[in-house]
Every structure is written in structure tokens, then in C-alpha cells.
């Protein structure tokens, strides 16, 4: 499995000198396992894989499936700009679940209407198809599966797992015992993600607040790079990479916050691997 992040800021882009190290551009996360093109999130770094799979492609017809965790814009807003979305040859098949009010389509679909964008969905000569999940999907040899996560309207991570390997991506989510009263019901909804990123090769998981921070956007649908930490730990995963970056933290925040998290693991004695994704950064598992 080989892993690509091209974007990894949250909200909103960043770009500019003091974030040109870990990147501007909103997430985006390529996936390559089983011979399959897997891509997680459709943000700005959406455009730059377009461009990349054209090259490497030649000419020959790009096939992809995106899976997309919800529609706020930061996790959609590169589909209009991903070049391959109107190649005739593409077969573009876009996952994800269905909306509060409206389904997957009806908001890609919105995105792309006359009041924002000059091309509707509909118009797009790869005539993406669009499929609700209501079960795990198996692409291959790639099993996807999906779990909810807290975050306002409706959000899930996904689990990938090909050849005894597993890459799981959580963006965005809240622990449910730091917005709620602890209870019963916040400890199972906790213990329910964890259970879901068990034993994972790879973490992908927004860490987007310090305490501080979090102090004044509890119930924005993010947690804490302790959180996360947390998380990690009693999931027992082998890798973690700290993604879904504020756009206020330019790279020395993310530096010093980077090294802040890997110290803190390190003196849990759990051997887990921790990293802030930088725009660009390749995996293999």
C-alpha cells in the first residue's frame, strides 16, 4: 500500500511562504493499494493529483474512486478543479453517504451550479457515477469500510485494508466524552472509533487544536493533538500522522507542535510512530 497526502490543512487554504513546508491546500490523500487508485477527500490538493495522474497516465484513461468523509468545502471544493472530471475516458466513481437533507449528488451537484461554477456535474464529460455507501465496499482486493464520526452534519472515516495492511483516515471528529456529559452512551461512542482504527498500519487523524485552542471551539467538530494521542493509543495503531492542519499554524507552529506530540508519545511507551503530514510526504506500508 503506498500512501501520498496532497493536502493536509483544515477549514480552509493556506497558502503562502509560512506554510509552503507542510502545504496550503486542503485534504487530499491518495491511496494505491491492489492496483487501485484510491483517493480520500476531494479539497484543493485534489487538483494537483488531476494533473499528476494526467501525466503519468499518457493518455490512457484514468480510473479512480474517491471516497468523500463529508461536504464541507474544505473536503470537496478541488472536484471542480480535478482536470480528469472532464476526460471522456475517465471512470470516476465518487463514494460517500447521504446528507441530512440532501444526497451525495444533490451536493456535489450544488457546488458546481451556475451561481458558483461555469460547468455543472451533470456536464462533466467523464459522467462521474456517485454511490451512496450503506455497506462495506470491496474494490478488488481493497476492502473500504466506514465508521460515523461526531462532527455537525454527517461525517465518517474510512478503513482501507489490502494484504494484511490497513490505513485508516479520520477527518474530522470530536470525542464524544468532550462535547457530551460522561456517560455511558459517550464512552461506548468512543470506544466504538477506537475499536474501528484498531491495530491500523496508518492513523490518518485530523489533530487540529491545542487545549487552549478547543477552548473556544467546543462543538466545531475537531479534537486536540492530546485527544488524538489518545486515541491512537488505545487503538493500539502502529503510525500516526497528525493531518487536517489549522490554517493559523504556519510550518513553526506545526514544527513545535510536531515535536510536542512525538515527545508526548514517546513518554507513553506505547512505540507509537507519530508525524505531522506535509503536503506531498509518500508512505509505503
Known sequence: MKVRFWGVRGSIPAPGPSTSRYGGNTPCVELRAGGREIVVDAGTGLRGLGDALIKEK????????????????????????????????????????????????????????????????????????VEELSAPVE?????????????????????????????????????????????????????????????????????????????LKKGWGHST???VLD???????????????DPSHDDDAMDALAASCVRAAAARGEGLEVFAAREGQELSL
Open 231 to 245: 486515541l491512537a493509543g488505545k487503538a493500539g495503531v502502529k503510525r500516526l500522522a497528525l493531518f487536517h492542519h
Open 58 to 129: 499518457a493518455g490512457a484513461p484514468i480510473e479512480a474512486d474517491l471516497f468523500v468523509g463529508h461536504t464541507h468545502w474544505d473536503h470537496i471544493q478541488g472536484l471542480p478543479f480535478f482536470v480528469p472530471l472532464y476526460m471522456p475516458g475517465t471512470k470516476l466513481t465518487v463514494h460517500g453517504v447521504h446528507g441530512t437533507t440532501r444526497s451525495l449528488r444533490e451536493v456535489l451537484s450544488g457546488q458546481m451550479s451556475s451561481a458558483y461554477f461555469p460547468v455543472r456535474l451533470d456536464e462533466a464529460a467523464s459522467k462521474p457515477r
Open 225 to 227: 493533538f492530546d485527544d
Open 139 to 215: 474494490l478488488g482486493p481493497v476492502k473500504v469500510s466506514y465508521h460515523y464520526l461526531n462532527h455537525p452534519g454527517i461525517a465518517v472515516g474510512f478503513r482501507f485494508e489490502e494484504g494484511g495492511r490497513s490505513v485508516v483516515y479520520l477527518s474530522d471528529h470530536e470525542p464524544y466524552d468532550k462535547l457530551n456529559a460522561k456517560g455511558e452512551f459517550s464512552r461506548k461512542e468512543d470506544a466504538d472509533v477506537a475499536r474501528f482504527a484498531q491495530g491500523a498500519d496508518l492513523l490518518i487523524c485530523e489533530a487540529q487544536y491545542t487545549k487552549d485552542e478547543y477552548k
